[in-house]
Structures are given as C-alpha cells and as structure tokens.
Nanobody, 120 residues
C-alpha cells in the first residue's frame, strides 16, 4: 500500500520561503503522477502542482506559477515555495496516482498533510 508522509510546514513571513517534503513508499508503478494539493479553512481542496514520472513533466496552478517548484529525488517529492503570500496559508497534502493518472480530491493516495501559515 502506498504511504505518503509530509513534512516541512510551518510559520513564515510574507515573502519568505519553505520547502515541503513528501516521503513516499509502497508504490510499484513506474508510471505515476504525484502532486501537491492544499486546503484552506472553509475552502475546497485545490491542486497546486503535479509531476509526471515518465518524463518529469510538471504543471502548476496559475496561483503559484513562477513561485513554487515541484521536484522529486528518488522516493521523496518536494515543493519549494518562494515569495509566499498570506493567501498561500493552508494545509498542504501530498498525493499519488498510479498509471499516469493524477490524483484528484476523491481519488489516489494521500498523506496526512502539513500546515503552512504565512503571516507577519
């Protein structure tokens, strides 16, 4: 069974940076899509970034494009977040989808999340 464990969240001032990590284990599919989602209080869970395993292609939500970078090193997925804004505050989740299908809020495997708070 796929297990995902996020870390790296915390409190940061606006304009600051954080790097989130997601340690993944238990998956056997070489063709997969992993990504980051976030959910703020009272809002729906939204996707932030995806990375496809086959060629390493990445895609980003418009709200984070140019500020966030998704990457992977072996079995750890990262999300480098720069120029953080208060509206980036949310619980951030790592997610995995097999067979090249990206996870959705209702599918795939999910971690427990790590809290990011951007505030002065």
């Amino acid at each position: 069974e796929v297990q995902l464990v996020e870390s790296g969240g915390g409190l940061v001032q606006p304009g600051g940076s954080l790097r989130l990590s997601c340690a993944a284990s238990g998956y056997t599919s070489r063709t997969n899509c992993m990504g980051w989602f976030r959910q703020a209080p009272g809002k729906e869970r939204e996707w932030v970034a995806f990375r496809y395993s086959v060629y390493g292609n990445t895609i980003y939500a418009d709200s984070v494009k140019g500020r966030f970078t998704i990457s992977q090193d072996k079995n750890t997925l990262y999300l480098q977040m720069n120029s953080l804004k208060p509206e980036d505050s949310a619980m951030y989740y790592c997610a995995y989808g097999s067979g090249g299908t990206c996870p959705t809020p209702k599918s795939g495997y999910w971690g427990q999340g790590t809290q990011v708070t951007v505030s002065s």
